[in-house]
């Protein structure tokens, strides 16, 4: 009789182990391919988001480097007009 | 008996571990496919941008290379206007020329006719065309010469009494110095016999320092220290 209740409560703990196992293996999650897809996607924007960042920055050097030589080259028309002027008034 | 509590437990804590890491797992199917067509269009979206980016940076490089060679041009231009050999020594020579003669007229150092005709000549270069030395050339030295009032190179000078020749070295419309006294012994020596000896209504000639005399004479006043008093003196009302 002893032997018959041990033996029945060992059957009802291993079924509850097996019936448990059993439903988390059979759960709906992404497989470990389909994880390590994602990994990579996330990777790969971090990369673009990277490269995007440094292309805006060397986009903003050459904006500022066309407005330095604009400048200058503003600066430049403006005295070559005042030395025309000056050599006009020089011959006279 | 022991053997079923034993079962009963490890049964309990085999499920409280699967449930709990159940409820850990990550994300459901459901969830990566969110996080994938996310990924998927902010991937895209910067590939995009990436690609903007790019076509606007040659674009601007092309446009720093335009503005570049633009100011090059000018730059040159504006050199040969005023140095036709565009040699940039004959600038430099220029400015350097300039510079010396501004620092001449502002000292009132030579003789300012020759100084006068320096500045003609600089005038009469191109170079002096260019802004850098217009203004300067053609109009701040010009004023700066007619400034220049030259300083009569003598005074004269009546002696009366009580004069000597310390005392007049020390005017201040003179020399403002005594230790200069024997500028005026030299420039008069056909009047002056003995230094210590001059006389009311003698005049004297008063040539005026050299930037070395002044400073010699100005060493000396300086370095003079006159001997000292008796220690014992009492001082008296």
Known sequence: ???????????????????????????????????????????????????????????????????????????????????KANLEKISK | MKLNKIWFFSAVLFVAFTVSSFAQEEMTKEEWQNQITKLSAQKESLQKEKQVLSTEISGLKTNLQNVNSAYINCDDELKKMVVPTKNSDDLDN??????????????KEGNKE??????????????????????????????????????????SYTVVKGDCLWRIAKKKEFYGNGFAWPKIYQANRDQIKNANLIFPKQTFKIPNLTEEEKTKYEKLKLNYKPAPTPAAAPVTK
């Open chain 1, 1 to 83: 009789m002893k032997l018959l209740k041990s033996l029945k409560s060992s059957f009802l703990g291993t079924a509850i182990i097996l019936l448990t196992a059993g439903f988390v293996g059979c759960s709906s999650g992404p497989s470990q391919e389909e994880l390590a897809q994602l990994d990579s996607l996330k990777k790969e924007v971090s990369s673009l988001q990277k490269e995007a960042t440094t292309l805006k920055d060397e986009r903003g050097s050459v904006e500022k480097q066309i407005a330095e030589k604009n400048k200058k080259l503003q600066e430049c028309e403006k005295q070559k007009q005042e030395t």
């Open chain 2, 94 to 107: 220029y400015r350097k020329a300039v510079s010396e003669l501004v620092s001449k007229i502002r000292r």
């Open chain 2, 114 to 155: 020759e100084l006068k005709k320096e500045l003609e000549t600089l005038q009469a270069s191109k170079i002096s065309a260019s802004p850098e030395f217009y203004n300067q050339v053609n109009q701040q030295l010009p004023n700066l010469m007619d400034k220049w009032v030259e300083a009569p190179t003598e005074a």
